[in-house]
């Protein structure tokens, strides 16, 4: 009788036993000799040395392929395990392959698209490299586009993710801001953070901040770069000007995506300057590689009065035109 414990590093455990241990059942269930106990990020054996030598080897397998990008799903564990294991195995589907699991954030959070727009939304930046995804607030738009980019990062699809979003203060004057230049703008670009923090350990995504391998800037800083093998996400489009939104997506090489998120009813800038993102979706609208994708109140998943707000003030809004009309 032999006992051998395996030890996952780098990796959350759920990222190896699936939502709700479902491929660690499949694991037990391929081998069916042995006594498998999963305790946090460890995995132990117990049997006959030769299986427990087998099973050890076999999970080094899979957890490397795995880090190194590799969807968890059954065609990598029949690749591992052998495809009539799996096929013998008699549990239900899983997660991401038909539950719309993007990724799994910290502490194994699954990141869903949950609504039918925000799953067209990942369908679309599936099918082209520039996607604009428009909707009111709170419909998941930034959220989303953030989960799909992060996960294209760790299946090590791109290099770098870039989030960006012009500095425009939300009709209030914040007036002089102290501290040095990303202590100044930071707090436009908080709600990307936000995003981050919930898909990707603090420390790793304190390291990639550190290295560029993320980079949050505001769109001034895309000025006269051209934006290679990388993800990038220009986060409320609505604030920016003809001349912003064209440099902006002038600034993309190949390998790259970009996605712009903007709601129409929040345009922050100043009375006189008309937002660009209007125009670019109406200009663009019919060139092939380009969507865009409509969020309406339906796929508001903040707050349940956060949908009656936007309701109410759709109301207030259509009803003065009528007025005016009139």
């Known amino acids: 009788m032999a006992e051998k414990s395996y030890l996952i590093e780098d990796l959350h455990p759920i990222e190896i036993y699936g939502a709700n241990n479902v491929y660690?059942?499949?694991?037990?269930?391929?081998?069916?000799?042995?006594?498998?106990?999963?305790?946090?990020?460890?995995?132990?054996?117990?049997?006959?040395?030769?299986?427990?030598?087998?099973?050890?080897?076999?999970?080094?397998?899979?957890?490397?392929m795995i880090a190194k990008g590799r969807e968890l799903n059954d065609s990598l564990l029949g690749e591992v395990f052998g495809q009539d294991a799996v096929n013998e195995t008699e549990f239900g589907s899983v997660p991401g392959d038909g539950d719309n699991t993007i990724l799994f954030g910290n502490n194994g959070?699954?990141?869903k698209a949950r609504t039918s727009n925000q799953i067209k939304l990942v369908k679309e930046i599936g099918r082209n490299d520039i996607v604009f995804a428009l909707g009111p607030a709170g419909t998941g738009k930034t959220y989303t586009a953030v989960a799909v980019a992060v996960k294209a990062l760790k299946n090590k699809e791109i290099k770098r993710i870039i989030l960006t979003r012009p500095a425009v203060e939300a009709g209030e004057s914040l007036g002089f801001l102290?501290?040095?230049?990303?202590?100044?703008?930071?707090?436009?670009?908080?709600?990307?953070?936000?995003?981050?923090?919930?898909?990707?350990?603090?420390?790793?995504?304190?390291?990639?901040?550190?290295?560029?391998?993320?980079?949050?800037?505001?769109?001034?800083?895309?000025?006269?770069?051209?934006?290679?093998?990388?993800?990038?996400?220009?986060?409320?489009?609505?604030?920016?000007?003809?001349?912003?939104?064209?440099?902006?997506?002038?600034?993309?090489?190949?390998?790259?995506?970009?996605?712009?998120?903007?709601?129409?009813?929040?345009?922050?800038?100043?009375?006189?300057?008309?937002?660009?993102?209007?125009?670019?979706?109406?200009?663009?609208?019919?060139?092939?590689?380009?969507?865009?994708?409509?969020?309406?109140?339906?796929?508001?998943?903040?707050?349940?009065?956060?949908k009656e707000i936007i309701k109410a003030y759709e109301s207030k809004t259509d009803s003065e035109k009528d007025r005016k009309s009139s």
């Open 109 to 111: 959070k699954p990141i």
């Open 178 to 306: 102290p501290g040095d230049l990303k202590e100044k703008i930071d707090p436009y670009l908080r709600p990307l953070y936000d995003a981050l923090d919930d898909m990707i350990p603090p420390e790793k995504l304190k390291q990639y901040l550190e290295n560029r391998t993320i980079e949050v800037a505001p769109l001034a800083f895309m000025r006269g770069r051209t934006l290679d093998n990388c993800f990038v996400i220009l986060d409320e489009a609505q604030n920016t000007t003809d001349l912003q939104i064209k440099m902006f997506l002038t600034r993309m090489g190949p390998n790259a995506k970009v996605i712009i998120t903007g709601d129409m009813s929040q345009v922050d800038l100043p009375a006189k300057q008309v937002s660009g993102l209007s125009k670019a979706t109406r200009i663009l609208e019919k060139i092939k590689g380009i969507s865009i994708v409509m969020l309406n109140v339906d796929d508001v998943v903040r707050h349940r009065l956060v």
């Open 24 to 64: 660690l059942e499949k694991i037990k269930h391929i081998f069916p000799k042995l006594r498998l106990i999963a305790r946090g990020n460890e995995i132990k054996a117990i049997g006959e040395e030769t299986e427990v030598d087998k099973l050890m080897k076999k999970i080094d397998q899979f957890v490397l």
